[in-house]
């Protein structure tokens, strides 16, 4: 059926990989149409029309589309974790394939998303709801330490710290404090999305939260940590990437390098997919990307979350390398109902690091050499820094400056050329009481 009109729904611009899905549908003969939050401007002659707002307003969102007039025959997204609610309440507005609202919600909602996996006897850590510091001082007492603290509406591990000891634990009130400066100050900026009571009740959510302010603590676990993305039609759904997550030492989880494929035993491969699967379907995910994080602890595979969207920064790239597969040709494919058949393989392997500030300064030199852009195993290389802009690390703020992906026919090739990459990059961040720093 030729020209069927595609509503693509974005909070930023996308990478080369992703506008080559773009042009691939548009080539079969359909129609692509953007809704974004205005905060770039996409490549010309891609999509028959822009439509850029306030997208963090869902009701006005959903009345500026429906005044449109137009009628669309599928509503896809890529990355934007905020926007998945929004995306499902698009898919309901239209009649489209897609996941149900609440299912998205409960997507964001890590509090509604441990109460749904524990209802489906999905293995996840303990946990308790806190809504002020008296509560987080309670639940640390209930679930014991270590222990960990979460925002129940935060990504990439914004505000989240682990509780190890008594020092820690005289701590608490400054960091919990800090992290809901950080998160307050994103919720306006970026992609902290804090629904009102009006669009919770829209979705069908019981029991509202406050997705900036309310916290979990978690029982803390350990052990390899584990991405997989899968693409979802009709219920059935598929993994097509496995990585391995690297973090920073505690007490802050911020993410610090990936790789792909993650190296394991038949057995644990097999056991991995069959808990992303299952997750999946108990979270109510029917036809979409998704992105589940697991944990191998010593007492077995734990899930840590799981989202209705394609992982984040280098994933789609990371995946795309190593089996061949565009994440978002399929996830429009799934929208808009063609079957999908996947035949997965081992192309290459991937490594990725972020590149984080040594310390709290300004950002004064940003440096890529073309030896480095020009280099074709760099498969992608995203420096968000400026010069001018501000940075800190943890408690103070969670900032990246970028970051790396190279593939390589082994991993030990692929860390090999990402090292040395990172090692040619020049970026000088001014330390506010001290002489100039280079990065990394």
């Given at each position: 059926m030729p020209g069927r009109k595609i509503l693509i729904v974005t909070g930023s611009d996308y990478t080369r990989q992703v506008y080559d899905a773009f042009r691939a549908v548009r080539e079969r003969g359909d129609r692509l149409f953007l809704l974004s939050d205005g905060s770039f401007e996409p490549h010309p002659g891609v999509f028959e029309k822009h439509y850029a707002c306030d997208l963090r307003r869902t009701h006005d969102v959903l009345a500026m589309m429906r005044e449109t007039g137009e009628r669309f025959d599928a509503v896809a997204i890529k990355t934007s974790e905020w926007l998945t609610p929004l995306t499902a309440l698009l898919v309901r507005e239209f009649g489209c394939i897609g996941n149900d609202p609440l299912t998205a919600f409960?997507?964001?909602?890590?509090?509604?998303?441990?109460?749904?996996?524990?209802?489906?006897?999905?293995?996840?850590?303990?946990?308790?709801?806190?809504?002020?510091?008296?509560?987080?001082?309670?639940?640390?007492?209930?679930?014991?330490?270590?222990?960990?603290?979460?925002?129940?509406?935060?990504?990439?591990?914004?505000?989240?710290?682990?509780?190890?000891?008594?020092?820690?634990?005289?701590?608490?009130?400054?960091?919990?404090?800090?992290?809901?400066?950080?998160?307050?100050?994103?919720?306006?900026?970026?992609?902290?999305?804090?629904?009102?009571?009006?669009?919770?009740?829209?979705?069908?959510?019981?029991?509202?939260?406050?997705?900036?302010?309310?916290?979990?603590?978690?029982?803390?676990?350990?052990?390899?940590?584990?991405?997989?993305?899968?693409?979802?039609?009709?219920?059935?759904?598929?993994?097509?990437?496995?990585?391995?997550?690297?973090?920073?030492?505690?007490?802050?989880?911020?993410?610090?390098?990936?790789?792909?494929?993650?190296?394991?035993?038949?057995?644990?491969?097999?056991?991995?997919?069959?808990?992303?699967?299952?997750?999946?379907?108990?979270?109510?995910?029917?036809?979409?990307?998704?992105?589940?994080?697991?944990?191998?602890?010593?007492?077995?595979?734990?899930v840590v979350e799981i989202a209705c969207r394609i992982g984040g920064d280098n994933i789609h790239d990371s995946v795309f390398q190593t089996t061949g597969y565009n994440l978002m040709e399929e996830a429009i494919m799934v929208a808009l109902g063609e079957p999908r058949f996947y035949d997965i393989s081992c192309r290459c392997h991937t490594a990725m690091r972020y590149i984080l500030p040594e310390c709290a300064g300004i950002v004064r030199t940003v440096d890529v050499p073309r030896s480095v852009l020009n280099n074709p195993n760099v498969t992608e290389i995203e420096i968000a820094a400026k010069a001018g802009d501000r940075v800190a690390r943890p408690p103070e703020s969670f900032d990246f400056l970028g970051y790396v992906c190279t593939r390589g026919k082994s991993r030990p090739e692929a860390v090999s050329l990402l090292e040395d990459v990172v090692s040619l990059l020049h970026i000088v961040v001014q330390n506010e009481t001290a002489p100039l720093r280079m990065v990394p």
């Amino acid at each position: 059926m030729p020209g069927r009109k595609i509503l693509i729904v974005t909070g930023s611009d996308y990478t080369r990989q992703v506008y080559d899905a773009f042009r691939a549908v548009r080539e079969r003969g359909d129609r692509l149409f953007l809704l974004s939050d205005g905060s770039f401007e996409p490549h010309p002659g891609v999509f028959e029309k822009h439509y850029a707002c306030d997208l963090r307003r869902t009701h006005d969102v959903l009345a500026m589309m429906r005044e449109t007039g137009e009628r669309f025959d599928a509503v896809a997204i890529k990355t934007s974790e905020w926007l998945t609610p929004l995306t499902a309440l698009l898919v309901r507005e239209f009649g489209c394939i897609g996941n149900d609202p609440l299912t998205a919600f409960r997507c964001r909602s890590k509090y509604h998303m441990r109460q749904r996996l524990l209802e489906t006897g999905i293995p996840i850590p303990r946990f308790r709801l806190c809504r002020t510091i008296g509560d987080l001082r309670d639940a640390v007492d209930a679930i014991g330490l270590p222990c960990v603290a979460k925002p129940v509406g935060g990504n990439a591990s914004y505000g989240t710290f682990r509780l190890r000891d008594a020092k820690d634990l005289a701590e608490l009130p400054q960091r919990y404090a800090s992290s809901i400066r950080y998160l307050e100050a994103k919720a306006v900026r970026d992609d902290v999305f804090a629904f009102s009571d009006e669009e919770m009740d829209s979705i069908g959510v019981e029991e509202h939260v406050d997705m900036v302010h309310d916290y979990l603590v978690e029982e803390c676990m350990t052990g390899p940590e584990i991405s997989v993305d899968a693409i979802t039609q009709n219920g059935r759904t598929t993994a097509l990437g496995l990585a391995e997550q690297v973090r920073m030492d505690p007490p802050y989880f911020v993410q610090l390098a990936e790789f792909m494929p993650f190296l394991c035993d038949a057995r644990t491969q097999k056991e991995v997919e069959e808990l992303a699967k299952r997750t999946t379907d108990a979270i109510g995910i029917t036809d979409s990307p998704s992105h589940t994080e697991i944990m191998l602890t010593p007492d077995g595979l734990r899930v840590v979350e799981i989202a209705c969207r394609i992982g984040g920064d280098n994933i789609h790239d990371s995946v795309f390398q190593t089996t061949g597969y565009n994440l978002m040709e399929e996830a429009i494919m799934v929208a808009l109902g063609e079957p999908r058949f996947y035949d997965i393989s081992c192309r290459c392997h991937t490594a990725m690091r972020y590149i984080l500030p040594e310390c709290a300064g300004i950002v004064r030199t940003v440096d890529v050499p073309r030896s480095v852009l020009n280099n074709p195993n760099v498969t992608e290389i995203e420096i968000a820094a400026k010069a001018g802009d501000r940075v800190a690390r943890p408690p103070e703020s969670f900032d990246f400056l970028g970051y790396v992906c190279t593939r390589g026919k082994s991993r030990p090739e692929a860390v090999s050329l990402l090292e040395d990459v990172v090692s040619l990059l020049h970026i000088v961040v001014q330390n506010e009481t001290a002489p100039l720093r280079m990065v990394p």
